[in-house]
């Protein structure tokens, strides 16, 4: 018996399955009852088997196995294989029908083997937000960063589709596995699960995707991350496996172990099981997919997309217009002057709004800058001269007393001390500052008031780039005050492009345009083209991340836009369909401990994971709204729009929109937390650049259309106005 999917034949044989393509195996499983058992001895032991029994049922082949576990407990598991469109969708039941009280939980899993290698260095993998390519750029800790272990799984809701997906660097055939369905439900909220043990859980029911290379070995745990490996007889392994584990599992992952000794290299690995009890049945579906695409990027981009409209959550319900007014007058109100220095605490804690700093920078998570354009535009064009007032404040106080001797701004200071804080000039905070105050010049400007302090200080700043620039078109990603290198990563280089063709636009030196193509050109080969999306933060090192993903998709937009060359738009395209799977679009229940988060009603969706393999995530995607509309503007791709309105209410569920879940002001949100153990961890505070970049979008929105919703935006072709 057999299934087609597309060039894919799916053939039922032997009690196992074969997935090829012009008659060469490409995927294979001869034992697909796999069953891990948790034995009284706290040993996870496998094995598997293949089906008893395979039938046609309707054009669905229904295929069925029992397994008797050492012990002999009974275990009867059902699965349904089925074309569905493009995709293979596998149905499993697992039901125990004996018990024995010698095991204690249970897993079952879907995999596919490749028969092309065992080699796990001969693929790259996709797992939205934990792991791209061969994680080369990720942290020590994250998946694939070791690639002699056995396991590779992470939770499914690390990530912000529940897929994996796995690409042979030698002939492109991928395959891909997701959830079926986004109907995941909360575990036991009765106990902890802190060590490297497996925990019987009847209500869990979300898994863990990845790939493995097993031994037949049962592979136990210490709480300090020592492996003790039991060897396993009558267990049998074919090599490299895409896996669908339930439930889930956390490991195998490097860790930095725990207490005054440690294992030469610690492991942390934590198992979910169901319990071995008779009657209990677990119930899962699992879609799998097959490709053959030209690179990496091609594979991530095509099981993004073909995962994303199946599992989607729905838009949430918020009123764009009535939140940007109430964020505006919250900036208005906090925003305090001290001496000639004014603006907004560094940090509050919610929900009553507790300053706890008034430590401020220019750009990045301080957006004083931003926030002064912001409040001076709020006020002019709403009439309310104490928000123009303090925007001044403001944008005087950073343009009159941070410039140095050497032509950089200081971009860190703190209000109510008056004194500048011991940070290097950030090339980041560079580009979000002075665009900032480039952009309240030109508002100014155009409705006749001229502030030549402001223009002063950015063609100092854009001079002093100019100046620093690096023969292959780099920055540095930080300097000190006297313009040496403090920090000589190069992978802040896009942050001041879309600065420095503002700067030649304004002045009309050729200069700006030209340092700015060159940073174009580097980060296009460098960024693009090697995938080195990294070091987009100034609060963590050079690891894969969301923010440089961003600001390249910044830059390639404003180059494109310089000078038409399709490649910058290409460049764009890419760097916008990688930054898109760092965010949650699916969502799932989490736990909330704050009775005033919005997360008590709203769901998680819209939230972003900030680098590569972390859990959770915050709100920064909403700075993205204008550029992904933007983008479809100029493609015509209708799934850009259909994003822009994603971020444009979903990241906002984060908010306290109108203020009835009880923060002190109306528009509040919360920076972000840990979620994806669906337990609600973190920082339960607010800071600048959560508002600001929740209202810069939509106010380029409103500036070119008259609008602060995606759906009242015009369609590709139609006018602007």
């Known amino acids: 018996m057999e299934l087609h999917i597309g060039e894919y034949t799916v053939l039922f044989e032997g009690g196992g399955v074969t997935v090829s393509k012009a008659g060469k195996t490409l995927y294979f499983n001869r034992r697909p009852v796999y069953v891990s058992v948790k034995t009284y001895g706290a040993i996870n032991e496998f094995r598997d088997e293949p089906y008893g029994a395979v039938r046609e049922e309707n054009g669905v082949i229904v295929a069925e196995g029992g397994f008797v576990t050492k012990n002999g407990s009974v275990l009867f598991v059902r699965d349904r294989y089925e074309q569905a469109g493009t995709l293979l969708k596998i149905a499993r039941s697992a039901e125990v029908r004996r018990a024995s009280p010698d095991d204690l939980g249970f897993q079952t899993k879907l995999s596919f083997y490749q028969a092309e290698t065992d080699d796990l260095r001969a693929f790259d993998y996709f797992s939205p937000g934990q792991w791209y390519r061969q994680n080369e750029y990720a942290a020590d800790y994250a998946l694939g960063k070791n690639m002699e272990l056995q396991y590779y799984w992470r939770k499914e809701t690390y990530s912000g589709l529940p897929l994996f997906a796995m690409r042979s660097r030698e ?255 950030w090339v980041r905070q560079i580009g979000d500052g002075l665009e900032a105050i480039h952009d309240a010049y030109v508002f100014e400007q155009k409705r006749g008031v001229d502030h030549p302090a402001w223009r002063d200080y950015c063609v100092k700043t854009a001079d002093w780039l100019a100046g620093h620039q690096n023969a292959d078109g780099s920055f540095y990603r930080s300097y000190y005050d006297d313009g040496s290198v403090c920090m000589d990563s190069k992978a802040s280089t896009p942050c001041v492009i879309r600065f420095l063709l503002q700067m030649a636009a304004l002045t009309g030196n050729g200069a700006y345009r030209e340092s700015a193509l060159r940073a174009g050109a580097w980060s296009y080969e460098r960024m693009y083209q090697g995938f080195e999306y990294r070091g987009g933060t100034c609060d963590q090192s050079d690891v894969l991340d969301k923010e440089s993903g961003i600001y390249c998709l910044f830059a390639f937009l404003a180059l494109y836009e310089a000078d038409g060359d399709s490649r910058w738009l290409e460049a ?150």
């Open 171 to 425: 002939t492109g055939e991928a395959i891909a596995m997701s959830r079926w369905a986004a109907d995941a439900a909360l575990p036991s909220l009765d106990r902890t699960t802190t060590e490297n043990y497996a925990y019987v859980d009847a209500r869990m029911n979300v898994g863990s995707f990845g790939v493995s290379r097993a031994k037949p070995e049962a592979l136990t745990y210490t709480y300090y991350g020592h492996m003790i490996a039991t060897p396993l007889p009558d267990a049998q392994c074919d090599g490299v496996s895409i896996d669908y584990i339930f439930p889930a599992v956390n490991g195998q992952m490097p860790d930095k172990g725990v207490g005054p000794f440690c294992t030469d290299q610690p492991i942390r690995c934590v198992t979910w099981v169901h319990p071995m009890r008779e009657g209990f049945a677990q119930h899962y579906a699992a879609a799998v997919s097959f490709g053959r695409d030209a690179d990496f990027y091609a594979m991530m981009r095509r099981t993004w997309r073909e995962t994303y409209p199946r599992l989607r959550d729905r838009l949430f319900g918020v009123d764009n217009e009535l939140l940007y007014h109430n964020i505006m007058k919250f900036l208005k109100t906090i925003t305090r002057r001290f001496g000639t220095a004014a603006g907004t605490p560094f940090v509050a804690q919610l929900p009553d709004f507790d300053p706890n700093s008034f430590s401020a920078e220019i750009g990045f998570v301080g957006q004083q800058a931003g926030i002064g354009y912001q409040l001076l535009r709020y006020g002019v064009l709403e009439q309310d001269e104490e928000a123009a007032a303090k925007g001044l404040a403001i944008l005087d106080y950073w343009t009159g007393e941070t410039m140095t001797e050497t032509g950089c701004p200081k971009v860190w200071t703190h209000l109510s001390t008056h004194q500048f804080e011991p940070q290097p000039q």
């Open 572 to 721: 764009a395209r890419g760097a916008a369909d990688y930054v898109e799977t760092f965010t949650f679009v699916w969502s799932f229940p989490v736990d909330m401990p704050y009775p005033n988060h919005p997360f008590r009603r709203n769901h998680i969706s819209g939230q972003s994971n900030v680098t590569v393999g972390m859990g959770g995530g915050d709100v920064y995607m909403a700075a993205c709204v204008y550029v992904y509309y933007k983008l479809y503007r100029l493609t015509g791709d209708e799934h850009y729009r259909d994003f822009a309105e994603f971020l444009n209410r979903n990241v906002k569920q984060a908010n306290d929109v109108d203020g009835s879940c009880g923060y002190r002001y109306p528009g509040l949100v919360n920076e972000g937390g840990s979620f994806s153990e669906q337990r609600y961890t973190g920082r339960y505070h607010w800071l600048p650049w959560c508002s600001f970049v929740e209202v810069d979008p939509v106010s380029r929105l409103y500036d070119e259309f008259g609008t602060y919703e995606i759906p009242d935006l015009p369609l590709r072709g139609e006018p602007a106005n």
